[in-house]
């Protein structure tokens, strides 16, 4: 591998033509677009996943009679979605996941729902379903409603359905790092439409050609022979904070126009991403590889693997290998002070901090790459040159 190189972790994989196509076209109706994808009815766009996560739980609390003030999320996931639930007022309970599967707990998710709880959170999280019978049936049995974060997920399905349109609600982001990734963005939709109806955005949206000409030049440094320039720069990349004080506004006019440029190269790039994940499954297939259930389509915004927890040697960051994010949320004292219960503890989402390595699966990634990256880590993560 050239040691000048550079493999970006994440990639604004958009073609130059649909970015042309969103400065230039004239008509465009992302809602429309993205709602005949998803074959549904209607949804909801705004400024981000975290955004539209915040009004829906706003929403649900408005036209709540039973005093119920919590949300159940998933011990270990983005931190965003802990902001949202902060930001709404509402107070996180988190249940445990499975170390080996990234499934709920069963055990934990029984023992944490309860008559305070307003919803329950399911994630696909890297975009590979999971299985939400079990999440349904816990909702169903407290009352609460089953919202799924669908954030790294659009494209995937769960036998025939599309994720994030299974649950009571669902929400997609189209930031970094998406699986169409127009640099910020977020979708929500509802099977009973009625209820988020009412949602009003405070902010205003703006013309955002600031914002497509970020996602531009990062399209173009995330290149293996510059991106060793962007990490250099004190930008932040890829750092996960926790901030209840986001932006909450409508979707930016340019991003709804590059996302309906953009919508048709979604299933060619999770194509790419199922494909390089298979030759990461093949090669590592006695290593911690995270099961994909039956009758799903996973997307792969990341491929996870579980390691020994040694850390990640610089040439496989080069390679784009990365940890996700730092810590369980129960770990974060930050994140704790929203809790409702301060004696929480989930195990396995603590593993899954401590060992969790996720290999990169965007266009840029090529087979060989991919085998390359898969072979310096059956060398045990800890080949160095
Ligand atoms: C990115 C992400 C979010 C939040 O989406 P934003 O658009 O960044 O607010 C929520 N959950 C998961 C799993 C994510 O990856």
């Not at 009571?168 to 209820?195: C, I, M, N, Q, W």
């Not at 290593?287 to 927890?309: E, H, K, N, W």
Request: proline content about 6%; glycine content about 10%; aromatic content about 8%.
């Amino acid at each position: 591998m050239n040691p000048l190189f550079w493999y970006p972790p994440a990639e604004t994989r958009i073609s130059p033509k649909s970015f042309i196509d969103a400065l230039l076209g004239k008509n465009h109706d992302f809602e429309k677009d993205l709602c005949s994808y998803l074959g549904i009815e209607s949804c909801i766009l705004g400024n981000s996943g975290r955004a539209m996560m915040t009004l829906l739980l706003r929403a649900l609390k408005t036209a709540d009679t039973s005093n119920r003030d919590e949300v159940l999320i998933p011990a270990y996931t983005c931190y965003s979605v802990a902001a949202s639930v902060a930001r709404a007022g509402l107070k996180i309970r988190v249940y445990d996941l499975d170390p080996e599967t990234f499934h709920p707990d069963v055990f934990s998710l029984k023992q944490q729902a309860g008559d305070r709880t307003l919803a329950i959170v399911a994630q696909h999280l890297f975009g590979i379903p999971s299985p939400l019978d079990e999440l349904k049936e816990a909702a169903e049995d407290a009352r609460a409603y089953l919202i799924e974060d669908a954030a790294q997920a659009l494209g995937g399905t769960l036998k025939g359905k599309h994720v994030g349109t299974i649950g009571d609600f669902g929400f997609f982001s189209f930031g970094r790092g998406k699986t169409l990734p127009l640099g910020h963005g977020g979708a929500l939709v509802a099977k009973d439409p009625e209820t988020v109806r009412k949602i009003a955005f405070p902010g205003r949206a703006g013309k955002g050609y600031g914002g497509l000409f970020t996602s531009m030049a990062t399209r173009l440094l995330s290149n293996k022979r510059l991106y060793g320039i962007m990490e250099a720069l004190p930008l932040g990349l890829g750092e996960t904070v926790f901030d209840p004080g986001f932006e909450i506004s409508p979707m930016r006019e340019m991003t709804g126009r590059l996302g309906s440029a953009a919508l048709h190269e979604l299933d060619r790039s999770n194509t790419h991403r199922r494909m390089i994940s298979g030759f990461y499954s093949s090669i590592l297939y006695n290593y911690g590889i995270v099961p994909v259930p039956d009758g799903a389509c996973p997307t792969y915004a990341r491929f996870p693997l579980m390691s020994d927890g040694a850390g990640i040697p610089d040439e496989l960051r080069r390679l784009g290998v990365r940890r996700m994010y730092p810590r369980a949320l129960a770990d974060e004292p930050a994140i704790r002070k929203f809790f409702a219960d301060d004696k929480a503890a989930a195990p396995g989402a603590t593993r899954i901090a401590e060992r969790l390595v996720t290999l990169p699966t965007h266009s840029g990634i090529s087979a060989e790459v991919a085998e390359t990256i898969a072979e310096r880590i059956k060398d045990g993560l800890t080949c160095r040159r």
